[in-house]
């Protein structure tokens, strides 16, 4: 009998990963950088693990993801106010919204690929932004929902304060293990493959059975349930819901912050751009008032010459040493 | 009756408003057509466009001060009639070098030419921000086509009607252009199948670097025409390009008719819209979008494509 | 374009550096610090949340002329107990979320003890709660909703110009009783816009006039002329605008070029000084200001002086309101932490609520002071009318009249305003 | 009753005719052929009987039930599976995967979005005996995008395969392939012949002849001719239009 193919549970880089964030409270001061940076880095990181799923996974081009972000953000809030002051409560509430959200949207476009996907996604972005925007009454418009708490984590009869930045970064870091755990077992799960398989070729894909709309309207539903929780975190970092995270331009970040990061190659690219994205807001930021044209020049630049992003320059430099170490490397089609 | 007399005015606005962002639109579908690429940076070279205008019109160049003052004498009106014919030739190079740039992205797939396009966009957008800064201008108007006239016992404005006039005759020459002329007939077989421009012996290198500048002076025209209404910010861009791509949609890929009516019909379901809540009036052509593709998946005059592939 | 508050979009930051230490300083390493000012005591850090973009950029950046003023005066004759006072200031776009991030970061990253600066009020709330959270002080030197003062006032944050409420009381009763009693109401659709209309409706209606429609428009609107359509089909005898920043220069533009600023008569809440400055043609209707730099006063003309002099360079020649509040505003605080000896939040709060500012200090017609129910200074309300024959290119207005401020009181802002008690916030020492 | 049956099948693409009254029956267990000239509407038909196309007018019957307009999915659920004419990979899975993904079991499982893939080593076995078959077996591991031609042509018929077809449509297996190719291909379709009920469209009458129990010509759109190699060797309209000359 041929032995099983497994992929590994836990791996290593998935371990160094954690480490790194789990040690950041300790020296983000003394670098200069400040512990609510790390919580916003920390949400985007997951916000971009879980648009990845769709990006780099399904090869589904959204360009409207901050819709989901943003219903999390409102519905963390309108949870608060208007359901139950309890933190779980409002997450569920966050994912919940988002999911609705990401239903929706998949209903209209799921038999959509390639630049049509891009093109309803960003129509429907639009829809979602201008929404939230003009319902006042329910998203306090351009001002945002304001007055957001930063609930306590209650686990049985412990009680955990998220207050301070500190507090919530290891809250948001335990959300992070577990999502990105998720997103691990997903990617390698059959629905997983099957939807990796239909992003190769569709026709084939449903040639062999796999009734293709629904995976894909699924792992649209999921990628937006995700990042509506990293949505609802957000807010409750920023105490406060803004519609400007659902604009065309954030959402247009997040897809940045993916390839430059490499997801397109990577499971764990999403979380280098992530990183890369807001290290280069506060530290460029701080040299020259143009960052943008600086950051926008190296997309373009990684977008020409190396679309694999930061991930796959590095892939490419480790293949070459492993080349020069051992002459034959197996291809591998495992996400890395 | 007279909720009717009350729209008439809305249906009035809301058409010469069509008729601009037609005029946006048609640049775009010039690329998409031909190139099959998603132009994000369209807006950036109708803000490039708007801002050469700006810097002519208003006498800000970079040119020694007796030479300046020279030109600052010139009438307001010979000013502004050269911007509206200097400018788009004056942001055609940016056309070029992106048409360069996207070289590379030829044959792979459309995402990377939609994600080049964003990053030189967002580029030029902060270039426009290093050598303009941050505040509003406004384009001065020449005093003959400025004002307003009395029409249905309200004011309107003169310049508004002015500009629709120039998106008619700007989308008289692309339909000229692309109807009734060689390298049309080049653009729309290319359009369809690049596989017989190149068993043609058309040059089809060439042909993509022409359609491109012809987009690139389309975009950077509509830029000096809006820019009395819109006003000049270094975001302008976005404000233009999102309303061009949602009427491509709604029209049709690769369709001149699409592009024109797509854009009419948008401009006067947000004019009508905003007759009865103005603040939503933005969002109806969305909803416009969406009803349109719900039914008919290709937009209203749309072929297929290889971008659904 | 209505769809535009994309608008701060491509975010940019401006961080400038103040003092000796600059904030990319901070970056390469723990704080370190020359010591060069009263025998290692520590300086006193400012953090300046101006906007440098968006809806408000210019207008942030006269503010921060006005704050980097007083503090440069302040540092001038010794600093304050002693010590050196420092700036810190990055773009917060016009952007409630950026807002939030850049005071973050000025208060845990940047050790910033006070808050100054806003001019859109959705920025001012978001900068509040953070304040709330670590207890610093925060001044709102620009924002003028009602509400700042109102529903969202706050124990540590003051509001320091005269409010939509405030105006309209100036205003309303007179234009009702002689122009007319159809009022239609133009407002832009974020919190400063509807509640400075809302008070503007109660005022009308007191008086005995009516609303005959309210037009909500988006902020970053450039196309007004289904707005203007509307206006001309209503009829109105007057139109209230509560319109801010570039969106009312690119309003005022296109009423004029389509000479409809004869046909009605409007009334701007609140004119700001940079919004107006180089649109001198499209000036028209009666509008508030709380300081206009001609004012017959003593102290103004060096005051300009003074400031022109700091400024030689700026692209507004002279200071206007906005300018002066940031001026006056920190300038109190920093005579404040002087009174209270200290910088501790609850001590300088206290020596803040309720404190007199002489009308010849603030050069004003009338007293101010602090009022200690809602944190917000109430002051010398002027209606001006564009200048028909002005003195020189500066000259733009033609004040008509100055009402007290206990004229121009908002009467019901104290039972809207529910502060913390000062016990129950969190202490801080900057 | 036939496994397989389409009656009268009418097809347009706008004003065009592109299928007029087809009719075709296939038995189980034999091989069938479906011969004609290029661009006689071979590929279409199939593209009508697996689901991708709807006819205008007639019916699919699978097992005497009709399953006319049903989705490509829904009829490869059946245990219709089929190949593509140009190749119809997942190029970036290796070979191994690539069967893995079409297996029965995989899709059964497709749901399950926490286990693992393929930690089952009886779907390792299923996948690597498949393989074996088509002659892979060796190559588990390679990207399918790396294999050269012959090696895909073999790859794309054990996807079909992994289907665990009753029915198996093959859209010309030989196109692009050299005298060796065909050789091994005409070997394995020969060891598949009997254990499942095989339709090819085939171009390379020598191939077809050598290994089909019934053929079917198709000219404009239109069965011309039906009967067994032997016959239709004999057949004047086959002659007639050039199609049985061996080359």
């Known amino acids: 009998m041929a032995p099983a193919r497994t992929i590994p549970t836990i791996t290593w880089a998935m ?245 430059v990061g490499g997801g397109l190659v990577s499971f764990w690219g999403p979380v280098i751009g992530a990183v890369a994205f807001f290290l280069a807001r506060d530290i460029i930021g701080a040299v020259t008032t143009g960052w943008m044209l600086w950051f926008g020049l190296s997309f373009v630049v990684l977008v020409l010459f190396k679309p694999e992003g930061i991930a796959g320059i590095y892939q490419s430099l480790a293949q070459r040493r492993a080349k020069a170490a051992a002459p034959v490397v197996a291809p591998n089609s495992q996400a890395r | 009756m007279t909720s009717i007399v009350n729209l008439l005015p809305h249906l009035l606005n809301g058409i010469a408003l069509g008729l601009l962002f037609s005029l946006i639109a048609l640049g775009f579908m010039l690329i998409l057509g031909l190139m099959e690429q998603i132009n994000l940076a369209h807006g950036s070279l109708f803000a490039l466009g708007a801002y050469f205008a700006y810097a002519l019109c208003a006498a800000r160049l970079p040119l020694p001060p007796d030479w300046l003052a020279v030109w600052a004498a010139v009438p307001l009106i010979w000013r502004f009639a050269a911007a509206v014919v200097l400018a788009p030739i004056l942001v055609a190079p940016f056309g070029l070098i992106l048409e360069r740039l996207m070289r590379r992205t030829y044959g792979r797939d459309p995402l990377y030419g939609l994600l080049l396009t964003f990053g030189v966009a967002m580029v030029i957008e902060e270039l426009i921000r290093v050598v303009w800064g941050t505040p509003d201008y406004m384009l001065p108007v020449p005093q003959e086509i400025s004002g307003g006239f009395i029409m249905l016992d309200l004011i309107w404005s003169t310049y508004r009607f002015w500009a629709a006039g120039m998106a008619i005759v700007a989308m008289a020459v692309v339909w000229v252009i692309v109807e009734r002329t060689r390298f049309g007939a080049m653009v729309k077989a290319g359009a369809h199948d690049s596989e017989i421009v190149q068993a043609l012996g058309i040059d089809l290198t060439k042909l993509r670097v022409w359609v491109f500048v012809l987009g690139t002076m389309m975009a950077a025209f509509a830029g000096v025409i809006m820019a009395p209404l819109w006003g000049i910010r270094p975001h302008m861009g976005v404000d233009a390009v999102v309303p061009a791509f949602l009427i491509i949609v709604l029209g049709g890929v690769g369709s001149f008719w699409g592009a024109a009516i797509g854009g009419l019909l948008v401009g006067m379901v947000v004019g009508l819209s905003s007759a009865y809540a103005s603040e939503w009036s933005m969002l109806s052509m969305y909803l416009l979008l969406l009803l349109v593709v719900t039914f008919r998946a290709r937009g209203l005059f749309g072929k297929k494509s290889v971008l659904e592939v | 374009m209505k769809n535009s508050k994309i608008s701060s979009g491509l975010s940019r930051r401006l961080i400038m550096k103040g003092g000796l230490l600059s904030a990319t300083a901070a970056f390469f390493g723990p704080w370190k610090h020359n010591h060069v000012w009263a025998q290692g005591a520590k300086p006193i850090k400012l953090g300046l949340t101006c906007d440098a973009s968006g809806q408000y950029g210019n207008s942030g950046q006269d503010d921060l002329r006005g704050i980097r003023m007083a503090i440069d005066e302040f540092n001038a004759k010794g600093g304050v107990l002693g010590r050196k006072v420092e700036w810190v200031t990055a773009d917060t776009e016009t952007n409630p979320a950026t807002g939030t991030r850049v005071a973050e970061r000025f208060v845990s990253q940047d050790q910033c003890g006070f808050l100054i600066g806003a001019l859109h009020s959705g920025v001012a709330n978001a900068i509040t709660q953070v304040a709330n959270k670590y207890g610093v002080i925060y001044f709102n030197t620009n924002s003028s909703a009602p509400s700042e003062a109102g529903e969202n006032c706050s124990r540590v944050k003051f509001v320091w110009d005269g409010n939509g409420t405030n105006f309209s009381k100036a205003a309303v009763q007179n234009a009702v009783q002689k122009i007319g009693k159809n009022w239609l109401l133009l407002t832009n659709d974020y919190v400063w816009g509807h509640t400075t209309s809302a008070a503007t409706k109660g005022q009308v209606e007191q008086a005995g006039g009516k609303i005959v429609d309210n037009l909500l428009v988006p902020q970053n609107t450039r196309d007004f002329t289904s707005y203007l359509l509307k206006v001309q089909q209503a009829k109105p005898d007057v139109v209230a605008m509560a319109i801010g920043g570039d969106d009312m220069k690119v309003l005022r533009q296109q009423i004029v070029s389509l000479k409809m600023d004869e046909k009605v008569a409007w009334i701007n809440n609140q004119q700001d000084w940079p919004d107006i400055w180089g649109q001198a043609d499209t000036l028209f209707g009666v509008f508030g200001t709380s300081w206009y730099h001609k004012l017959q006063l003593p102290g103004v003309a060096e005051f300009v002086k003074r400031w022109q002099t700091a400024y030689p360079q700026s692209p507004i020649p002279v200071p206007g309101n906005v300018s002066y509040n940031g001026y006056m505003s920190t300038r109190e605080l920093l005579r404040a932490i002087e009174r209270a000896g200290s910088t501790n939040n609850r001590a300088v709060i206290k020596a803040l609520e309720g404190h007199k500012m002489p009308a010849a200090d603030r050069m004003q017609h009338y007293d101010a002071y602090i009022d200690a129910a809602t944190h917000q200074v109430q002051q010398t309300i002027y209606l001006a009318r564009r200048n028909a024959k002005p003195a020189d290119p500066t000259d733009l207005f033609d004040v008509i009249s100055w009402t007290k401020p206990e004229t121009a009181l908002d009467t019901d802002a104290p039972n809207k305003c529910k502060m913390k008690a000062p016990a129950d916030i969190p202490t801080f020492d900057a | 009753m036939a496994l397989f049956e389409a009656k009268d099948l009418h097809l347009r693409f706008g004003d065009r005719v592109v299928l007029e009254s087809v009719s075709l029956a296939f038995e189980a267990g034999q091989l069938s052929g479906i011969m004609g000239p290029n661009g006689a509407g071979k590929t279409t038909c199939f593209n009508v009987l697996t689901g991708r196309y709807k006819p205008h007018r007639g019916q699919v019957l699978w097992q005497g039930e009709d399953i006319t307009g049903r989705s490509p999915q829904a009829i490869a659920r059946l245990g219709i599976a089929r190949s593509f004419q140009l190749m119809n990979l997942f190029d970036e899975f290796t070979v191994f995967e690539n069967i893995a993904i079409a297996l029965p079991q995989t899709r059964a499982r497709a749901r399950n979005m926490v286990a693992q893939a393929y930690a089952d080593p009886a779907l390792v076995d299923e996948a690597q005996a498949i393989l074996a078959r088509v002659g892979l077996a060796e190559r588990a591991d390679d990207e399918a995008k790396s294999l050269p031609y012959g090696a895909r042509r073999a790859l794309e018929i054990g996807v079909a395969l992994a289907c665990k077809p009753k029915l198996l449509f093959l859209d010309e297996p030989t196109a692009g392939l050299g005298s060796d190719g065909r050789a091994r291909l005409a070997d394995l379709i020969l060891k598949l012949k009997g254990s499942v009920t095989i339709v090819i469209i085939e171009h390379d009458m020598e191939f077809l002849f050598s290994l089909a129990d019934q053929i079917s010509v198709i000219h404009w759109g239109q069965v011309i001719a039906k009967g067994t190699p032997a016959a239709l060797k004999a057949n004047p309209w086959v002659e007639a239009s050039n199609l049985g000359r061996l080359n």
């Open chain 1, 15 to 259: 371990i160094v990963v954690w480490l790194i964030f789990a040690s950041v409270p300790l020296w983000i001061e003394k670098v200069g950088l400040y512990h609510y940076l790390g919580v916003e880095i920390l949400i985007f990181a997951m916000y971009a693990l879980a648009y990845n799923l769709v990006l780099g996974h399904a090869g589904l081009p959204s360009f409207g993801h901050g819709a989901f972000f943003g219903v999390g953000a409102y519905a963390f809030g309108l949870a608060q106010f208007n359901i139950a002051a309890n933190l779980w409560v409002c997450l569920a509430a966050a994912v919940g919204a988002a999911a609705v959200a990401g239903a929706l949207v998949a209903l209209f476009i799921s038999h959509r690929r390639g630049i049509y996907y891009a093109l309803m996604t960003i129509a429907f972005g639009q829809i979602f932004w201008f929404i939230a925007i003009k319902a006042h009454g329910l998203t306090g418009g351009e001002d945002g929902l304001l007055k957001i708490e930063r609930l306590p984590a209650t686990l049985g009869v412990t009680v955990f304060d998220l207050k301070s930045n500190v507090a919530l970064y290891y809250f948001v870091l335990v959300v992070f293990v577990a999502v990105s755990f998720l997103l691990w077992r997903i990617v390698h799960s059959p629905f997983g493959r099957v939807v990796k398989a239909i992003k190769q070729n569709e026709t084939r894909a449903r040639f062999v059975g796999y009734d293709v709309w629904r995976f894909k309207a699924a792992i649209l539903v999921i990628s937006a349930c995700l990042s509506g929780l990293a949505g609802g975190l957000f807010s409750m970092a920023q105490a406060s819901a803004f519609p400007d995270v659902m604009s065309l331009h954030y959402s247009g970040y997040v897809v940045m912050m993916t390839l």
